[in-house]
């Protein structure tokens, strides 16, 4: 009896991964996906997050059997207790994972094989627009720059490229740095 | 010996909010901030972030003794283990948080009292753009929805008011609904 051996590159498993992106080309419809979140406001600067259940491939998901719980918080100089990180903070925390994640997937679609990948944020934000301080000031990020140490078998151009393709095709990064809409309805209780 | 009482609204102390406002009003380079994350890639679509210090209000900040841990993990469908929230997933817990902080602010700022805020967020995305399947589909988010369950003791037309004045100044929500340059260096280590 002998097991056929699971074919990983970078942690992925080539074969499913390869199935996914086959299943997707025969019926687009499979890729349309919804993530969700639940919020609720404590006091303050604080408020939380709860993250379960999503619609993709074709159905709902049920892998979870629990939430993720995130909570928000502010530092005392933004009139909090570090209850949590803050919101734009988390936000840094969700491009990182996104750029990281979308490189090191097509990575392995390309047969590279990554050894480490460390990444620094750092985003400017001029809170006299979050504050209303100033009409004229942008109140989301002015720039979030990221310096990413990657190590892996293949040539320092290889690396730009697959760089740049990323860039080019993460969500997160798509969702920053592109217009999105956001559609904020009052929920009215008759 | 009486102890001044100290004046708060949602949470808010009413002082020190009004007191951070005159400052900057005074001296509008305490309103930059730099947030900053690190993240390290685990394997696969699991990564981990430590956020820690910023700057902000003139001064590297010191009141965290100990970093935030935030881990990005994959669904089982998009090939990973559930090891975390994945990164869009994040993006909309930011979100949430931002909108919610930043309308508590401005409502204390015009003296309404909020009794809840609960909030669903849903965003829809094709993951052909993620896998590179389709050039001409967009991968980020295609639109964000929020809906947001408000009490407070004031009437539907200042809180709508309230919500679109929120929506023009969450830092969170503008950096999605408006374009915000991510500039990407990878670190040629020699």
Same mark, same amino acid.
């Given at each position: 009896?002998?097991?056929?051996?699971?074919?990983?590159?970078?942690?992925?498993?080539?074969?499913?991964?390869?199935?996914?992106?086959?299943?997707?080309? @025969?019926?687009?419809?499979?890729? @349309? #996906?919804?993530? /969700?979140?639940?919020?609720?406001? *404590?006091?303050?600067?604080?408020? /939380?997050?709860?993250? @379960?259940? #999503?619609?993709?491939?074709?159905?709902?998901?049920?892998?979870?059997?629990?939430?993720?719980?995130?909570?928000?918080?502010?530092?005392?100089?933004?009139?909090?207790?570090?209850?949590?990180?803050?919101?734009?903070?988390?936000?840094?925390?969700?491009?990182?994972?996104?750029?990281?994640?979308?490189? %090191?997937?097509?990575?392995?679609?390309?047969?590279?094989? *990554?050894?480490?990948?460390?990444?620094?944020?750092?985003?400017? *934000?001029?809170?006299?627009?979050?504050?209303?301080?100033?009409?004229?000031? #942008?109140?989301?990020?002015?720039?979030?720059?990221?310096?990413?140490?990657? @190590?892996?078998?293949?040539?320092?151009?290889?690396?730009?490229?697959?760089? /740049?393709?990323?860039?080019?095709?993460?969500?997160?990064?798509?969702? %920053?740095?592109?217009?999105?809409?956001?559609?904020?309805? /009052?929920?009215?209780?008759?």
């Amino acid at each position: 009896m002998s097991a056929k051996p699971v074919l990983q590159l970078n942690g992925l498993d080539l074969e499913k991964m390869a199935g996914t992106a086959e299943a997707l080309k @025969k019926d687009s419809v499979l890729a @349309k #996906f919804q993530f /969700r979140a639940k919020n609720a406001w *404590i006091s303050g600067g604080e408020n /939380r997050s709860t993250i @379960k259940d #999503f619609y993709g491939a074709g159905a709902e998901d049920t892998s979870r059997g629990k939430p993720f719980v995130f909570t928000n918080g502010e530092p005392p100089v933004l009139l909090g207790d570090n209850e949590g990180a803050n919101p734009v903070e988390f936000l840094l925390h969700a491009l990182a994972g996104c750029v990281t994640t979308t490189f %090191v997937l097509h990575a392995a679609a390309r047969g590279i094989r *990554i050894e480490s990948i460390s990444t620094e944020l750092a985003g400017d *934000i001029d809170l006299q627009g979050l504050l209303a301080l100033d009409e004229s000031v #942008f109140p989301g990020y002015e720039q979030i720059r990221m310096k990413m140490d990657i @190590k892996a078998d293949c040539s320092d151009e290889a690396l730009d490229e697959l760089l /740049r393709f990323t860039q080019k095709h993460s969500p997160v990064c798509n969702t %920053v740095c592109r217009p999105v809409p956001v559609v904020v309805e /009052r929920v009215v209780n008759r």
